[in-house]
Nanobody, 119 residues
Framework: QVQLVESGGGLVQAGGSLRLSCAASGSIVSLGVMGWYRQAPGKQRELVASITRGGNTNYADSVKGRFTISRDNAKNTVYLQMSSLKFEDTAVYYC?????????????WGQGTQVTISS
């Protein structure tokens, strides 16, 4: 089993910055992809950014140029640096990890951390 714990959420003014952290523990072998999703009330959960063990990244169009995802494999931790925050970035942010075993993908989720942007 894999446990994911997010931290770093909070309240910040528009235009400000915030950094989220996600620490993985337990059976962490072969976690090929880690990433961040977010969900606002009444909306579906959406991918924000992802990163492979080798450092390849993928971003949602809405956050390109503003958010940066990084990964420290030695510390089993993934980060999301958020800058130039907008009101529409307000959501619960969830850490995600994927483990591929043959043709089966196992998904693991953190409990989420609230990010609120004020005017």
């Amino acid at each position: 089993q894999v446990q994911l714990v997010e931290s770093g959420g909070g309240l910040v003014q528009a235009g400000g910055s915030l950094r989220l952290s996600c620490a993985a523990s337990g059976s962490i072998v072969s976690l090929g992809v880690m990433g961040w999703y977010r969900q606002a009330p009444g909306k579906q959960r959406e991918l924000v950014a992802s990163i492979t063990r080798g450092g390849n990244t993928n971003y949602a169009d809405s956050v390109k140029g503003r958010f940066t995802i990084s990964r420290d494999n030695a510390k089993n931790t993934v980060y999301l640096q958020m800058s130039s925050l907008k009101f529409e970035d307000t959501a619960v942010y969830y850490c995600n990890a994927k483990r591929l075993i043959i043709a089966t993908v196992n998904d693991y989720w953190g409990q989420g951390t609230q990010v609120t942007i004020s005017s």
